[in-house]
């Protein structure tokens, strides 16, 4: 439910419903409305406080009773418990009109995927692709400014920061403007009388390994060496070619797709430091030129897997083709190539995740296109996949 929308006392207002073989759907008796979302976070983004402002609204009106739900709290409403957790975002009011008549109005519900950052895509009227971007401030105010990217297949049609009550032209005659910033929250509820039953079903478990330690106290030895065997088997294993197949693809969709949007970020949980800094330059000159790399990987094969320790190498062979396409228009630049690699990944697990650390081609690539928009040299052959002429230098 977003700020202002008002939740009916109907059991088709819940998304979920989960209930027993006895039980009856819930729904509440009076309309309530979510009059604010009261949040503040840490200066490192991560959630500080989080509060629901309700209005439990009387015949249909705004006159009620007010109510506050701290997070991981709950209040009495109707005969059941409503309580929130930290499932919220701002929300995003588009207004799009597509030529001269078509209008859609869209509310999209932003996303946490990093501390204090949202995002979120929907698709327009015309088939366009909108994806959004907002970070909250440590105040948690709601966010005056949206980073929208808008493209139409793979071409990037616009970039930029958008403020609320900004319209922005499209190619095809349409406009995009942000109408507002809200917030949303996931509001549950639950009812359940027989609730005692498994209270009493918990005491009688923790009744029963009590007794079970005190007439066999070697159980509770014997079951902690059978985990540890369990996880040594299961965490310490050697990274199966599988599994680095799946890691390198993940790595060459986020990388296809950030160059696509013209977005670094995108990687910004896959690479390193060093590879995010040579990406961050490769993306950034292009975008400068007003284009865009379209990749696409016609095919991959793993050659060879190599794991020690926290360090894994992945040899692939790999067979791609690139399009340049320019910003606003997405058409495309130039004739495309068709480049074949044997590439080398060095990736290093770091929190529990294999970051790409650096790629280096383990042999001359084989180029198809040998002229272009823009080409770099052989020293920097190992910044990943890009079109040209090695050992050459070409400025655009």
């Given at each position: 439910i977003m700020e202002g929308e008002t939740l009916p006392p109907s059991a088709t207002a819940w998304s979920t419903q989960r209930t027993g073989a006895l039980a009856t759907p819930i729904r509440t008796t009076q309309p309530i409305v979510l009059t604010a979302l009261d949040t503040r976070l840490y200066p490192s983004g991560d959630l500080a406080h989080l509060e629901a402002h309700l209005l439990l609204s009387t015949n249909g009106t705004l006159a009620g009773n007010m109510a506050r739900i701290p997070v991981n709290n709950s209040i009495g409403v109707s005969g059941i418990r409503l309580f929130i957790g930290t499932d919220y975002g701002p929300a995003v009011l588009t207004e799009w009109q597509g030529g001269t008549t078509l209008t859609q109005r869209v509310a999209t519900l932003l996303r946490?995927?990093?501390?204090?950052?949202?995002?979120?895509?929907?698709?327009?009227?015309?088939?366009?692709?909108?994806?959004l971007r907002a970070e909250l401030q440590p105040q948690g105010q709601r966010p005056d400014v949206i980073e929208l990217r808008i493209m139409k297949e793979a071409g990037l049609l616009f970039s930029g920061v958008v403020r609320k009550g900004e319209r922005i032209p499209l190619p095809n005659g349409g406009t995009i403007a942000i109408a507002g910033t809200p917030f949303w929250i996931r509001l549950h509820a639950s009812r359940d009388p027989s609730l005692w039953l498994v209270y009493a079903g918990l005491a009688c478990a923790v009744a029963g390994f009590i007794l079970l330690y005190a007439f066999n106290k070697r159980t509770p030895v014997i079951l902690l060496f059978l985990f540890c065997i369990a996880g040594g088997a299961t965490g310490c294993g050697p990274v199966s070619p599988v599994e680095a197949r799946r890691l390198v693809e993940r790595y060459n969709a986020a990388v296809s797709e950030a160059y696509r949007r013209g977005d670094v970020r995108l990687v910004d949980n896959i690479v390193g430091e060093t590879e995010g800094r040579k990406l961050v330059g490769l993306i950034g000159v292009r975008t400068d030129m007003g284009i865009t790399l379209d990749p696409t990987l016609l095919s991959l094969d793993i050659v060879e897997v190599k794991n020690k320790g926290k360090i894994l190498h992945v040899m692939t062979r790999e067979h791609w083709r690139y399009r340049d396409r320019r910003i606003g228009s997405g058409e495309v630049v130039g004739k495309e190539s068709e480049d074949r690699y044997l590439m080398?990944?060095?990736?290093?697990?770091?929190?529990?995740?294999?970051?790409?650390?650096?790629?280096?081609?383990?042999?001359?690539?084989?180029?198809?296109?040998?002229?272009?928009?823009?080409?770099?040299s052989r020293a920097d052959d190992d910044t990943l996949h890009q079109p040209r002429i090695p050992q050459e230098h070409h400025t655009p």
């Open positions: 946490r995927v990093d501390h204090n950052r949202f995002e979120a895509t929907f698709v327009g009227p015309t088939g366009e692709q909108a994806h080398l990944y060095e990736f290093l697990r770091t929190n529990d995740l294999w970051m790409v650390e650096r790629i280096d081609f383990a042999a001359p690539p084989e180029i198809g296109r040998k002229e272009g928009l823009w080409f770099t």
